[in-house]
């Protein structure tokens, strides 16, 4: 070993050693992994002190522009595939589960009730849509009166919250039927951009990567005994679905939304101007954890 090696070696082990008066166990291991892999990142990357004050003065900007509407933190964990990685190792697979996504920042609490076959774009702007599916669980039962969660972007790619006139559009929630059944009228889902006028809008333009999201319509199940389901369904088709600035693509969630020409009968016999599309989007419920 070198004697830099050994210097570098050595405030490592200083380091690892001034967590051991920690009375969490948890916490002391998980400090002793960070610490581990910071410093092996630095010291693989031979980090310059230049470029560590860029990094400072980055993290400063991410916290100065985060405040009760906005969470730069979050948008830093999405892009960098953290938040993805979490939700992947929390939501361990179990079967044909439906897989899990990432949450997003425009769920609201205490949205519209709608009937099985209800309406909830509210009047949000965009090509209607129909959905439909059932919810079972992973042995194939039906699960009824599962409470199912829905919102999504109108077609200009805003979400309801992102307006300033209070308006609730293209959200909702409703419960599955005796036989596990929904449906309901919404949106036909369009690609819209992550916030990126901040700090990781600038770190997605240095790198080149877009600020864009994959279409999708937004989903949260909850059963009692089964496990809380939150996802999306992603369009079919949709350019970005390779390149979701979020990674919250997975294959087993792209689903065919099929544009109906006009003129071309409903499935509840609604009358509609124009083309409208429908997809099909079964839920599989995992056990909750004992």
């Known amino acids: 070993m070198s004697e830099q090696e050994r210097r570098e070696t050595a405030l490592l082990d200083r380091v690892l050693g001034s967590f051991d008066g920690c009375r969490d166990p948890r916490l002391g291991e998980v400090m002793r992994s960070l610490v581990r892999h910071l410093h092996g990142f630095l010291r693989e990357t031979r980090l310059t002190e230049e470029e560590w004050e860029r990094a400072i003065a980055f993290l400063t900007a991410t916290g100065h522009i985060t405040d009760a509407r906005r969470q730069e933190f979050i948008l830093l964990s999405d892009v960098l595939g953290a938040s993805m990685q979490t939700i992947t190792i929390n939501n361990e697979a179990e079967g044909d589960a439906t897989e899990a996504t990432v949450f997003g920042p425009f769920f609201v609490e205490d949205s519209p009730r709608v009937p099985v076959g209800g309406d909830i774009s509210f009047g949000a702007a965009g090509e209607p849509c129909w959905v439909e599916g059932t919810v079972v669980d992973t042995t194939g039962r039906p699960v009824p009166g599962a409470r199912i969660e829905v919102w999504e972007a109108d077609e200009d790619g805003r979400y309801d919250v992102q307006y300033d006139d209070g308006r609730t559009a293209a959200r909702a929630h409703l419960f599955s039927d005796a036989d596990g059944h929904y449906a309901f009228w919404g949106v036909t889902p369009t690609p819209y951009p992550i916030p990126h006028d901040g700090p990781v809008g600038a770190l997605l ?7 864009m999201r994959a279409a999708h319509l937004h989903f949260m199940v909850t059963a009692p005994g089964l496990r809380r389901l ?61």
Not at 205 to 211: F, H, K, N, Y
Not at 252 to 281: C, I, M, N
Request: charge should be neutral; charged fraction near 30%; glycine fraction near 10%.
């Open 205 to 211: 333009a240095a790198v080149g990567r877009s600020p």
């Open 230 to 290: 939150v996802t999306h369904i992603f369009v079919r088709g949709d350019e970005f679905l390779g390149r979701d600035s979020v990674f919250g693509v997975k294959e087993s969630l792209v689903k065919d939304f099929e544009r109906q020409p006009y003129g071309t009968a409903t499935p509840d016999g609604r009358h509609v101007e124009g083309t409208w599309s429908r997809t099909r989007f079964d839920i599989v419920l995992a056990r909750a954890e004992v």
